[in-house]
């Protein structure tokens, strides 16, 4: 089993509508976990951060975390075309200073 | 201007050769990482360094080599021994383990 597992799409969704990007994780102790969005032949740029169960909302996007059952989402209101882009789901492990582990990423296409 | 800077930016290798890739920061970060993407994956870890003059390797680093000379700078050896290097190269920098981390533009290395 992958330690981070993102769905695999790619998911098209029409512009106004809520887009859903979902991440799980193997490793219960994980205490943080990010969100990236990485437009093609760019890097990584951070969009959320949430480290506390439940919901973090910062303008159109909101994080959801349920450590109980290993899952981070990534809800994305009003897409736009814009977001069209790879979304990438991070986890640090516990106990490891050193690195984020990562999914292999969601490609979200935005239909005009 | 406070950042990541990667260079080159595109960079090819011949056969047998040695290639450095640079990254160099201004933000006063302890921690740095070398990232490694191939086509449709996430990243993968190559190297980190927490503290000048130390590092450690990550998951994928024979073939690699990098040094910690100096807190700014953490540059990343690709040796004849890589096999298969052509790939998306990226730094990546944080002040503090539990914060996320922030991405330079990235190199593209290719073999010739």
């Known amino acids: 089993q992958k330690e981070v597992e993102q769905n695999s799409g790619p998911l098209s969704v029409p512009e106004g509508a809520i887009a859903s990007l979902n991440c799980t994780y193997s490793d219960r102790g994980s205490q943080s976990f990010f969100w990236y969005r990485q437009y093609s032949g760019k890097s990584p740029e951070l969009i959320m951060f949430i480290y506390s169960n439940g919901d973090k909302e910062d303008g159109r996007f909101t994080a959801q975390l349920n450590k109980a059952s290993q899952y981070v989402s990534l809800l994305i209101r009003d897409s736009q075309p814009s977001d069209s882009a790879t979304y990438l789901c991070a986890v640090k492990p516990p106990g490891s200073a050193r690195q984020l582990t990562f999914g292999s990423g969601t490609q979200l296409t935005v239909l005009p | 201007d406070g950042g990541i800077t990667q260079s080159p930016k595109y960079l090819f290798r011949k056969e047998g050769q040695n290639v450095t890739l640079s990254c160099e920061q201004n933000l006063n970060h302890d921690a740095m990482y070398w990232y490694r993407q191939d086509p449709g994956q996430g990243l993968r870890l190559i190297y980190y360094s927490q503290i000048v003059n130390d590092f450690q390797k990550g998951d994928i680093a024979e073939g690699y080599s990098v040094s910690r000379e100096k807190k700014e700078s953490f540059p990343l050896t690709v040796t004849s021994a890589q096999k298969n290097p052509t790939a998306f190269y990226l730094c990546?920098?944080?002040?503090?383990?539990?914060?996320?981390?922030?991405f330079g533009d990235g190199t593209r290395l290719s073999i010739l």
């Open positions: 990546a920098t944080t002040g503090d383990s539990n914060q996320p981390q922030h």
